[in-house]
Protein backbone atom coordinates (compact mmCIF):
# COMPACT_ATOMS: atom_id res chain seq x y z
CA UNK A 1 0.00 0.00 0.00
CA UNK A 2 1.78 3.70 -0.96
CA UNK A 3 1.61 5.35 2.31
CA UNK A 4 0.80 8.83 2.47
CA UNK A 5 3.38 11.14 4.64
CA UNK A 6 2.62 13.54 7.99
CA UNK A 7 3.76 17.00 8.09
CA UNK A 8 5.45 15.65 11.20
CA UNK A 9 6.73 12.60 9.11
CA UNK A 10 8.39 14.80 6.55
CA UNK A 11 10.09 17.37 8.60
CA UNK A 12 11.82 14.13 10.12
CA UNK A 13 12.74 13.16 7.05
CA UNK A 14 13.64 16.18 5.82
CA UNK A 15 16.37 16.75 9.06
CA UNK A 16 17.34 12.98 8.08
CA UNK A 17 17.47 13.73 4.75
CA UNK A 18 19.83 16.90 5.45
CA UNK A 19 21.79 14.48 7.68
CA UNK A 20 22.58 12.58 4.93
CA UNK A 21 23.46 14.05 2.67
CA UNK A 22 26.37 15.73 5.08
CA UNK A 23 27.67 11.71 5.71
CA UNK A 24 27.72 11.08 2.18
CA UNK A 25 29.22 13.89 1.59
CA UNK A 26 31.76 13.17 3.90
CA UNK A 27 32.33 9.94 2.95
CA UNK A 28 32.94 10.97 -1.14
CA UNK A 29 35.26 13.16 -0.32
CA UNK A 30 37.73 10.71 1.85
CA UNK A 31 37.47 8.36 -0.77
CA UNK A 32 41.19 7.84 -2.16
CA UNK A 33 43.53 5.50 -4.05
CA UNK A 34 44.42 2.64 -1.94
CA UNK A 35 42.11 3.19 0.64
CA UNK A 36 40.15 -0.12 1.61
CA UNK A 37 36.29 0.31 0.67
CA UNK A 38 35.66 -0.97 4.82
CA UNK A 39 37.31 2.17 5.61
CA UNK A 40 34.53 3.86 4.44
CA UNK A 41 32.18 1.69 6.41
CA UNK A 42 33.47 2.41 9.40
CA UNK A 43 33.46 5.58 8.75
CA UNK A 44 30.16 5.90 8.17
CA UNK A 45 28.85 4.14 11.38
CA UNK A 46 31.41 6.97 13.13
CA UNK A 47 29.36 9.43 11.27
CA UNK A 48 26.18 8.08 12.04
CA UNK A 49 26.94 7.61 15.50
CA UNK A 50 28.41 11.71 15.66
CA UNK A 51 24.57 12.40 13.97
CA UNK A 52 22.85 9.97 16.58
CA UNK A 53 21.24 8.35 13.77
CA UNK A 54 20.99 4.69 12.95
CA UNK A 55 21.91 2.70 9.68
CA UNK A 56 18.70 1.84 7.36
CA UNK A 57 21.55 -0.84 6.05
CA UNK A 58 22.80 -2.68 8.48
CA UNK A 59 20.93 -5.92 9.26
CA UNK A 60 18.32 -5.62 6.51
CA UNK A 61 17.88 -8.59 5.01
CA UNK A 62 20.99 -9.78 6.89
CA UNK A 63 23.37 -7.18 4.91
CA UNK A 64 26.36 -6.48 7.04
CA UNK A 65 27.36 -3.43 6.38
CA UNK A 66 26.20 0.58 7.15
CA UNK A 67 26.76 1.24 3.73
CA UNK A 68 26.90 -0.19 -0.05
CA UNK A 69 30.56 0.46 -2.12
CA UNK A 70 30.75 -0.84 -5.49
CA UNK A 71 33.15 -0.55 -7.78
CA UNK A 72 33.12 -0.05 -11.32
CA UNK A 73 31.17 -3.18 -12.76
CA UNK A 74 29.96 -3.97 -9.34
CA UNK A 75 25.92 -2.69 -9.94
CA UNK A 76 24.82 -2.46 -6.67
CA UNK A 77 25.06 -3.97 -2.91
CA UNK A 78 28.93 -4.14 -2.70
CA UNK A 79 30.05 -4.87 0.56
CA UNK A 80 32.19 -3.06 1.89
CA UNK A 81 35.74 -5.54 2.41
CA UNK A 82 39.91 -5.40 1.91
CA UNK A 83 39.61 -4.55 -1.83
CA UNK A 84 41.32 -1.10 -1.93
CA UNK A 85 40.49 1.72 -4.62
CA UNK A 86 42.36 2.05 -7.77
CA UNK A 87 43.36 4.93 -10.01
CA UNK A 88 40.31 5.38 -12.81
CA UNK A 89 37.85 3.49 -10.41
CA UNK A 90 34.05 5.23 -9.89
CA UNK A 91 32.70 3.74 -6.64
CA UNK A 92 28.92 4.31 -5.65
CA UNK A 93 28.02 4.93 -1.50
CA UNK A 94 24.70 3.81 -1.18
CA UNK A 95 23.42 4.94 2.38
CA UNK A 96 20.24 4.71 4.33
CA UNK A 97 19.75 6.68 7.94
CA UNK A 98 16.87 6.40 10.32
CA UNK A 99 16.31 9.65 11.83
CA UNK A 100 12.93 9.53 14.64
CA UNK A 101 11.69 6.62 13.12
CA UNK A 102 12.09 7.60 9.53
CA UNK A 103 14.46 6.34 6.68
CA UNK A 104 15.99 8.34 4.23
CA UNK A 105 18.53 6.75 1.44
CA UNK A 106 20.54 8.47 -1.07
CA UNK A 107 23.61 7.41 -3.45
CA UNK A 108 26.64 9.50 -4.56
CA UNK A 109 28.89 8.56 -7.31
CA UNK A 110 32.73 9.35 -6.60
CA UNK A 111 35.17 8.92 -10.07
CA UNK A 112 38.65 7.88 -8.21
CA UNK A 113 41.37 10.06 -10.11
CA UNK A 114 42.60 9.48 -13.75
CA UNK A 115 39.06 8.39 -15.18
CA UNK A 116 38.93 7.77 -18.46
CA UNK A 117 36.92 10.21 -20.63
CA UNK A 118 34.53 8.42 -21.91
CA UNK A 119 33.75 6.83 -18.60
CA UNK A 120 33.61 10.22 -17.47
CA UNK A 121 30.83 11.06 -19.65
CA UNK A 122 28.85 7.89 -18.74
CA UNK A 123 28.42 8.89 -15.27
CA UNK A 124 27.68 12.40 -15.78
CA UNK A 125 25.07 10.90 -18.24
CA UNK A 126 23.54 9.36 -15.08
CA UNK A 127 23.38 11.97 -13.45
CA UNK A 128 21.96 13.91 -16.13
CA UNK A 129 18.91 11.39 -16.40
CA UNK A 130 18.12 12.22 -12.31
CA UNK A 131 17.93 15.41 -12.96
CA UNK A 132 16.22 15.32 -15.92
CA UNK A 133 13.46 13.64 -13.91
CA UNK A 134 13.52 17.00 -11.69
CA UNK A 135 11.88 18.45 -14.61
CA UNK A 136 8.95 17.02 -14.69
CA UNK A 137 7.98 15.46 -11.42
CA UNK A 138 5.29 16.61 -9.70
CA UNK A 139 1.59 15.61 -8.44
CA UNK A 140 -0.37 13.48 -11.42
CA UNK A 141 2.62 12.32 -12.47
CA UNK A 142 3.12 8.45 -12.92
CA UNK A 143 5.88 6.50 -12.24
CA UNK A 144 5.94 5.17 -15.27
CA UNK A 145 6.97 8.78 -17.39
CA UNK A 146 9.78 8.60 -14.67
CA UNK A 147 11.44 5.75 -15.47
CA UNK A 148 10.31 6.84 -19.42
CA UNK A 149 12.61 10.42 -18.68
CA UNK A 150 15.36 8.08 -16.91
CA UNK A 151 15.61 5.47 -20.07
CA UNK A 152 15.21 7.79 -22.46
CA UNK A 153 18.54 10.17 -21.36
CA UNK A 154 20.66 7.16 -20.68
CA UNK A 155 19.42 4.85 -24.09
CA UNK A 156 20.35 8.10 -26.52
CA UNK A 157 23.86 7.41 -25.33
CA UNK A 158 23.86 3.64 -25.62
CA UNK A 159 23.89 2.97 -22.13
CA UNK A 160 21.21 0.26 -20.65
CA UNK A 161 19.05 0.61 -17.60
CA UNK A 162 19.17 -1.78 -15.38
CA UNK A 163 15.77 -3.66 -14.94
CA UNK A 164 16.51 -5.74 -11.66
CA UNK A 165 16.77 -2.89 -9.33
CA UNK A 166 14.56 0.01 -8.74
CA UNK A 167 14.06 2.93 -6.83
CA UNK A 168 11.17 2.47 -4.46
CA UNK A 169 9.26 4.66 -1.82
CA UNK A 170 10.63 5.14 1.70
CA UNK A 171 9.54 6.17 4.63
CA UNK A 172 8.55 4.52 7.89
CA UNK A 173 10.27 1.49 6.12
CA UNK A 174 13.36 1.33 3.77
CA UNK A 175 11.17 -0.20 0.58
CA UNK A 176 7.51 0.96 0.28
CA UNK A 177 5.54 0.87 -2.63
CA UNK A 178 5.34 2.18 -5.43
CA UNK A 179 8.19 0.49 -7.04
CA UNK A 180 10.00 3.11 -9.46
CA UNK A 181 11.92 1.80 -12.06
CA UNK A 182 14.07 2.95 -14.22
CA UNK A 183 12.74 2.19 -17.46
CA UNK A 184 8.93 2.79 -18.91
CA UNK A 185 6.40 4.01 -20.91
CA UNK A 186 4.64 7.44 -20.46
CA UNK A 187 1.17 7.22 -18.80
CA UNK A 188 1.60 4.04 -16.94
CA UNK A 189 1.84 3.06 -13.42
CA UNK A 190 1.03 4.45 -10.48
CA UNK A 191 0.00 8.53 -10.06
CA UNK A 192 2.26 10.60 -7.92
CA UNK A 193 0.48 12.13 -4.99
CA UNK A 194 1.45 14.99 -2.40
CA UNK A 195 2.44 13.34 0.21
CA UNK A 196 4.34 10.64 -0.83
CA UNK A 197 8.23 10.35 -0.86
CA UNK A 198 9.71 8.10 -3.34
CA UNK A 199 13.69 7.35 -3.76
CA UNK A 200 14.33 7.67 -7.35
CA UNK A 201 17.55 6.20 -8.08
CA UNK A 202 19.16 5.46 -12.02
CA UNK A 203 21.14 2.32 -11.79
CA UNK A 204 22.61 2.28 -14.95
CA UNK A 205 24.90 0.24 -17.12
CA UNK A 206 27.46 1.56 -19.66
CA UNK A 207 26.86 -2.13 -21.70
CA UNK A 208 24.10 -4.09 -21.69
CA UNK A 209 21.64 -4.07 -18.96
CA UNK A 210 22.20 -8.26 -17.78
CA UNK A 211 23.78 -8.56 -14.62
CA UNK A 212 24.19 -11.81 -12.37
CA UNK A 213 25.17 -11.91 -8.43
CA UNK A 214 28.51 -13.00 -6.48
CA UNK A 215 28.50 -15.42 -4.14
CA UNK A 216 28.68 -13.57 -1.27
CA UNK A 217 24.61 -13.09 -2.30
CA UNK A 218 24.56 -9.46 -2.33
CA UNK A 219 27.10 -7.84 -5.11
CA UNK A 220 25.44 -7.47 -8.49
CA UNK A 221 27.51 -7.48 -11.33
CA UNK A 222 27.39 -6.76 -15.41
CA UNK A 223 27.54 -9.94 -17.44
CA UNK A 224 29.54 -8.06 -19.83
CA UNK A 225 31.68 -6.37 -16.71
CA UNK A 226 31.38 -2.69 -18.17
CA UNK A 227 31.14 -0.10 -15.84
CA UNK A 228 28.15 0.70 -13.86
CA UNK A 229 26.76 3.73 -11.85
CA UNK A 230 24.20 5.12 -9.80
CA UNK A 231 22.76 8.03 -8.17
CA UNK A 232 19.60 7.99 -5.72
CA UNK A 233 17.69 11.23 -4.14
CA UNK A 234 14.95 11.07 -1.59
CA UNK A 235 12.30 13.15 -2.96
CA UNK A 236 9.17 14.63 -1.13
CA UNK A 237 5.69 15.11 -3.61
CA UNK A 238 4.45 18.17 -2.65
CA UNK A 239 0.95 20.11 -3.66
CA UNK A 240 2.76 21.96 -6.10
CA UNK A 241 5.79 19.58 -7.16
CA UNK A 242 8.82 18.39 -4.96
CA UNK A 243 11.12 18.68 -2.91
CA UNK A 244 15.01 16.68 -2.71
CA UNK A 245 15.28 15.63 0.81
CA UNK A 246 18.57 14.54 0.49
CA UNK A 247 20.66 17.28 -1.44
CA UNK A 248 24.02 18.72 -0.10
CA UNK A 249 23.00 22.26 1.27
CA UNK A 250 21.63 24.06 -2.10
CA UNK A 251 23.08 21.22 -4.53
CA UNK A 252 21.31 17.97 -5.90
CA UNK A 253 24.62 17.08 -7.68
CA UNK A 254 25.84 13.21 -6.49
CA UNK A 255 28.96 12.99 -8.40
CA UNK A 256 32.41 13.86 -6.75
CA UNK A 257 35.99 13.61 -8.60
CA UNK A 258 38.53 12.78 -6.65
Same mark, same amino acid.
Given at each position: ???????????????????????????????????????????????????????????????????? =??? /??????? $? &???????? #?? *???????????????????????????????????????????????????????????????????????????????? =??? /??????? $? &???????? #?? *????????????????????????????????????????????????????????????????????
Amino acid at each position: MIQIKTPREIAAMREGGKILAEILHELAISAHVGMATEELDIKSQALMSKYDVAPSFKGYRGYPASVC =VSI /NEEVVHG $I &PGKRTLDD #GD *IIKIDCGIIHKGMHTDSCVAVMIGNVKPEIREFVNTVAKSLENVFKIIKPGVRVGDIGHEIQKCVESRGYSAVHEYTGHG =VGK /NLHEEPE $I &PNHGKKGK #GP *ILLPGMVIAVEPIIAMGNRFVYTLKDDWTAVTRDSSPSCQVEHTIAITSSGYEVLTKYHDTTNLVYSQ
